[in-house]
């Protein structure tokens, strides 16, 4: 995935305007088939898969048996007894392992077919006027397609399974279709999608977009150390299901008293605290920035950071250490952006 194709902020606001175009071949997806698929993705996972309907995806956790987090995830059930678990890319070798490991006892398999499936999104307020006016697909539950859930649909000879989902805040469909027509299926929508604002778009402007909506990325926000309570993720967590799952006895018990929780952060100026940056309450060292920037819809600078609980409550002042200067933040509610509705 390139980090950009021309400008930072051009591809963020075509994003919230119009429509930006994502190539997240990258993704790493794993598929569960069998007649205990459910079940066993209901032990492997936070959630509890088994109670999404054919067509509907549920966002979830893969948790280490020490209650911290191996890879946040998104599954979609493509039939009574098949899965497909989309994992991020830097995690494809560790989340396939686990799966295939968790899931043996049960009567099913699970394999990687990453290689076999290429990602295409499409996100912004007129992702769907374009995507319903490409040449050559045909998704017949498009229009009737609501917010995670996903449909069958062609491109072409081609395959195509189309979800309402994405990691922008916006409105958006991620296109999952052979790699050999991945290339025609993004043609397509550019040219089609150009008329009306749509642009190809990068990492850059994918990680600002994430981050105003409050989206929490692996490697920053969420790891090994960290519990899902902690990074605002407890909901996700699926305690009330029978039967154990991989982490439970360690949430149940729940990180240490004093554990850093996840907050945002809007600074006074104009410079953006960034990863690693420390956070003060008054001469006191209480956290850490974990992503920052300059909100390019808001004009000013966001950051999430993880703070000792005192120092959590909306409306606390705190200061970022931005390159020796302090700079005054103010703890705020996530997201820092939502859609219009």
Known sequence: MPVRYNSDLAEHHAVRTAAGLFDLSHMAEIVVIGPEAAEAL???????????????????????REGGIVDDLVVYRTGDDRFIV????????????ELLERTSPFDCEAYDESDD??????????????????????????????????????????????ARTGYTGEDGFELYVA?????????AIAETGAG????????????????????PLYGHELGLTTFPVQAGLGRVVALSKPGDFVGRSAVEAGPPAAARMLVGLVSEGKRAGRADYLVFDGETEVGIV???????????PIAMAYVRP?????????????????????????????KPE
């Open 42 to 64: 209901d032990y492997a996972l936070a959630g509890k898969l088994s109670a999404i309907a054919v067509g509907q995806a549920k966002y979830s956790l893969l948790l280490a």
């Open 86 to 97: 989309v994992a991020n890319a830097s995690n494809r070798e560790v989340a396939a392992r």
């Open 117 to 162: 499936i290429a990602l295409i999104a499409i996100q912004g307020p007129k992702s769907f006027e374009i995507l319903s006016q490409v040449p050559g697909i045909d998704v017949p539950g498009l229009s009737e397609l609501k917010y995670y859930w996903s449909t069958p649909g062609r491109f072409g000879d081609h395959e195509l399974l189309v």
């Open 179 to 187: 790699p050999d027509a991945a290339a025609a299926l993004w043609a």
């Open 196 to 215: 009306s604002g749509l642009v190809p778009a990068g990492l850059a402007s994918r990680d600002t977009l994430r981050l105003e909506a409050g989206m």
């Open 290 to 300: 974990t992503s920052g920037a300059l909100s390019p819809t808001l004009a000013v």
């Open 310 to 338: 005192e120092s959590s409550g909306v409306g606390t002042e705190l200061h970022i250490d931005v390159r020796g200067s302090r700079v005054a933040a103010s703890v705020v509610a996530l997201p820092f952006y939502k």
